[in-house]
């Protein structure tokens, strides 16, 4: 449409006006360096990932004993319990969409890198699909955090979060970075050569 938006105000010029009325900044119609920072954000959720499955996430005391929970171990724990579809719900919001994320990240950042004309319709889907997963992330860093203010009956029973909560919430903050760093518009130049 011809129109430039400041990225620190919001200010919308006409496209050839180089500074910001409002705020002075310098205007740019695109990010030149957002796959590079896709990638920094990626790796850095990928890394904060593994300590959120390897760690503790939840750590319970009771009279008799201490107990320690890592994120497949909550799930097997209840699945023992017979809880199964709760291990479902906390297996596909804990593993199955973080992990599905990354790949999802990865895909658009590597098609639209390579240029590949295949498959454009899914990697709109799939960045929709990325961007909605989004707002649902942090509902295990929810739940830790109700779950410890909640069971907290002095010497009886605690639950308190562990480091892998603290990393997990950090992962799930990378990747919505990650995926806002993505500017959508690349998968659209992409689909522009090909009809040219």
């Not at 990638?39 to 107990?67: D, K, Q, V």
């Not at 590597?110 to 997963?133: L, M, N, P, T, W």
């Not at 992962?171 to 500017?183: E, G, H």
Request: glycine share 6%.
């Amino acid at each position: 449409m011809g129109l430039v938006a400041c990225r620190n105000c919001g200010q919308v010029h006409q496209k050839g006006v180089t500074r910001c009325k409002r705020c002075e900044s310098v205007l740019q119609s695109r990010d030149h360096q957002s796959l590079q920072k896709v990638w920094a954000w990626l790796i850095a959720g990928i890394i904060a990932y593994i300590p959120a499955n390897t760690y503790p996430m939840l750590l319970t005391s009771t009279l008799l004993e201490r107990s320690e929970s890592t994120i497949m171990g909550g799930v097997v724990d209840l699945v023992n319990y017979g809880a199964i579809g709760i291990a479902l719900v906390v297996f596909i919001a804990s593993v199955a969409i973080p992990v599905g994320k990354f790949l999802a990240i990865m895909y658009l950042a590597i098609s639209v890198q390579r240029g590949s004309q295949r498959h454009q319709h899914g990697r709109h889907k799939a960045y929709d699909i990325v961007e909605f997963i989004g707002r649902w992330s942090m509902i295990d860093v929810f739940v830790v955090a109700i779950l410890s203010a909640l069971v907290q009956l002095d010497t009886l029973a605690t639950i308190n979060p562990g480091i892998a909560a603290v990393s997990f919430a950090l992962s799930v903050i990378f990747t919505m970075l990650a995926a806002q760093s993505f500017d959508a518009r690349l998968i659209w130049d992409v689909d522009r050569k090909t009809d040219d």
